[in-house]
């Protein structure tokens, strides 16, 4: 029974921090709610694992980075958003190319 509760707590933390690299992202992109958003989340950590992988070391880095110097707390937050967004990017080009008909109708972000 025990490592059935063990097994629960890896997938759960596993989806939760999973989604962390996307959910803010989706907030700003998408116009939902929030369990809509959580959904997108977790469905595109889901639907692109390497991706995520290397987004959760980016932030992974990050933050150790900044718990051992302080004083990077100035820098490292906006580089590593920086070189998530690339990533995060092809994720959402992906989900959203199915949605787009027409060239002239392109968002401004896939431009």
């Known amino acids: 029974m025990n490592a059935l509760y ?8 596993i989806s939760c921090v999973g989604t962390l ?8 992109r998408f116009d939902a709610g929030i369990s809509k958003q959580l959904r997108y989340a977790l469905s ?9 992988i ?5 932030l992974t880095a990050s933050c150790i980075a900044v718990f051992a110097v302080p004083f990077l707390l100035l820098i ?18 992906k989900c959203t190319k199915s949605q787009i008909n027409n060239k002239e109708d392109l968002p401004w972000y896939l431009e």
């Open 44 to 52: 595109m950590s889901a639907t692109h694992p390497l991706k995520t």
């Open 6 to 13: 063990i097994v629960a707590g890896v997938v759960l933390l």
């Open 21 to 28: 690299p996307y959910i803010f992202p989706i907030v700003s």
């Open 76 to 93: 490292v937050p906006g580089i590593s958003t920086y070189l998530m967004s690339f990533l995060i990017e092809i994720v959402f080009r």
């Open 54 to 58: 290397v987004l959760v070391i980016i």
